[in-house]
């Protein structure tokens, strides 16, 4: 597993103090003591969710989001509930695809299914 970088390390602390779904700092403020900590390299919204889906994904960072902001997830509902705004968004974008192909969902879930596993699957890496 690749190391954090220096501001992967920064939202991960600052983060550590919004434990739980009620505890969320908002976007704007996450941002903004980001960028009191590291004012030679500031960085905008973009760069941060960009950095916090990356942490979600490369290093299973438990980090969730709700209207209120950007949260740790410390429990098992708030892990339900993040889960469940990616599925929901994971089957839209695959029916908008399947939309596309002119194709039903199924036979697109099935082709996907194909591919999975394979030597040029990076999910199987």
Partial sequence: ME????????I????EESQGKENAIHREDL???LNDEMPL???GERK????IKHLQTSHGARIGSCPK????????GELEQVCAYYHGYAMSSLHSEARLRK???GELVGQLSLGLGGQDDPISR
């Fill in 41 to 43: 390299f500031l960085i």
């Fill in 12 to 15: 991960l602390r600052i983060l």
């Fill in 3 to 10: 190391q954090l970088n220096s501001l992967e390390i920064s």
């Fill in 103 to 105: 194709m039903s969902l």
């Fill in 31 to 33: 941002v903004a003591r």
């Fill in 48 to 51: 941060m969710r960009i950095t």
């Fill in 69 to 76: 902001g950007y949260f740790m997830v410390e429990t098992a």
